[in-house]
């Protein structure tokens, strides 16, 4: 039972740190003048290029070993944490192919070092991640279920 408490604790703040920059963060700094707005982004975009990697993946390895016969889930409940596996497993796949590449490239940003498609590039990651986030909500809500019917 430690080890579900603690995927749906990791998986659950990672769900709540995306949906804050999806819904909050971002959307605050898009309004800050351009200097302050891309240093910040710029700045976010390379600390979560560093802690994402092993937070996403991390989460993902915990679920799995739900699955593993020594945590004794019945049928559904095992069943519900697969689903949400797959689910992560695809967030973490289709991260290193949509959003990852965007967010290198953000990282490197500065103000005078902006590229001319600068606002696309934005909107293409701000889209993928939204995406990633919905999906990742949707694990966790089925991880959360399978706690309830253990």
């Not at 990672?14 to 700094?29: D, I, K, R, Y």
């Not at 937070?55 to 049928?75: C, K, Y």
């Not at 973490?92 to 696309?120: C, H, K, M, Y």
Request: aromatic share 10%; proline share 6%.
């Amino acid at each position: 039972m430690t080890l579900h408490l603690l995927a749906v604790l990791v998986l659950g703040l990672m769900c709540g740190s995306e949906l804050n920059v999806a819904a909050f963060a971002h959307p605050t700094l898009k309004r800050q003048p351009l200097e302050a707005h891309i240093l910040v982004r710029s700045s976010l975009a390379a600390l979560f290029g560093r802690v994402m990697p092993f937070w996403m993946p991390g989460s993902t390895l915990l679920n799995l070993l739900l699955l593993l016969p020594f945590e004794h889930l019945n049928q559904t409940a095992w069943r519900l944490a697969a689903i949400a596996l797959i689910i992560q497993v695809f967030a973490v796949l289709f991260s290193l192919v949509g959003p990852v590449p965007i967010n290198n490239r953000i990282a490197r940003w500065t103000p005078e070092s902006l590229p001319g498609d600068w606002r696309q590039q934005e909107d293409r990651w701000d889209l993928y991640h939204w995406l990633r986030t919905c999906g990742l909500i949707a694990a966790f809500a089925i991880l959360v279920l399978s706690v309830g019917v253990r």
